[in-house]
């Protein structure tokens, strides 16, 4: 089964569930919930960096998707619904608290130690292992980092792309612009994401 | 494909999103650019950082406080209008003899009140009175009319008495026609 497919299957299934949910049905809430309860919470934990604020979020995001599930039209996708509404609260978070600027310093800034000193990172020789570079949890806070210093349009649209595997097509729809937009927008968050991260890139 | 064509392409390329034949291009630009195939490998490597981010499952118990948290906003949707008046009222009753530090005191308040209503007593009795002045009788026209209506005495145009009681009360009255 290739991807168009499954997708157009899961959208189906989800069609059922929107429908039986419309229905009263509470079960199938609960079916919605457990189906996308994980990608939520990861993409919002991603969006966020913070494993608390992204429980009450995604909680958040299914209580909000329970009161206007009867609104839902059915010609949308029910994925990138939640995943806006997600996207949505993220971003009303970082207006209310004013995070962005406050809480990330620069990455250069924090590698710095007490006495100004750059320090590098103990990272292990993974010349022959290039995917195994990532794993090193050290180097999972800096890329964390870097997403926090990129502005929300670009960090949501890679974490959409790459961490939660929509398409172009879903990423428009959740984050409601055109696919050339989430295509630029993709393509300029990794141009920061490897200016940030110059030194781990260089493999 | 020149390296000007093969950079309008790269975020499809390094997205794995441009079609067969596309994507064949590009590789073999790549292939013969270590410049652009460098660029390229840069940008790839954003895309394998970004998958090798860990997952976590949802913490236990998520679904439960999600029914939960539903269900307290389906018992206050319920109770809707009745919980409005009932806030509304605690927190009338909270500014007048509620907790300390959310009280205002009752003797001053009264004490402005008792204020204001002198105040505005004082205005309506002692203002100047702003009522626009009746206008003058304007005799001069009057009598001018009753001329004309008596006048028609002699003929009695409109075959009743009334010009002749019109002369006999001008006549009581005193005025001058």
Known sequence: MDAEEKVARLVSADAVLVLRCQANDIEAFDEIVTLYKDGIYNYIWRMVSSREDAEDLAQDVFVRAYGAIKTFRRESNLRTWLYRIATNLCVDKYRRRGLEKQLFVPIEQSRKDDDGHSQTLDLPDVSNEPQRIYENAELQMEIQRALMNMPDKLRSALLLFDFEGLSYEEIAETVNCPVGTVKSRIFNARVQLRDMLRPYVDV | ?177
């Open chain 2, 1 to 177: 494909m020149d390296c000007k064509e093969f950079s309008q392409i790269m975020g499809e390329y390094v997205n794995r999103t441009l079609d067969a034949d596309a994507a064949k291009a590009a590789d073999a630009h790549t292939d013969a650019c270590s410049e652009c195939a460098a660029r390229m490998r840069e940008l790839a490597c954003t895309s394998a950082m970004i998958r090798s981010l860990a997952r976590a499952n949802t913490p236990d118990g998520f679904e439960a406080q999600v029914r939960a948290r539903i269900a307290d906003q389906c018992a206050a949707q319920q109770s809707g209008f009745w919980f409005t008046v009932q806030e509304r009222l605690q927190s009338l009753g909270r500014l007048l003899w509620g907790t300390p530090g959310h009280r205002l005191s009752v003797g001053p308040a009264l004490a402005a009140l008792m204020l204001c209503v002198v105040a505005a007593g004082s205005l309506y009795v002692f203002a100047p009175n702003h009522k626009t002045p009746a206008p003058e009788t304007d005799w001069a026209y009057i009598n001018t009319v009753k001329d004309q209506h008596a006048s028609y005495a002699g003929s009695n145009p409109l075959g009743d008495e009334s010009a002749a009681a019109l002369r006999e009360s001008t006549s009581e009255s005193g005025e001058t026609m």
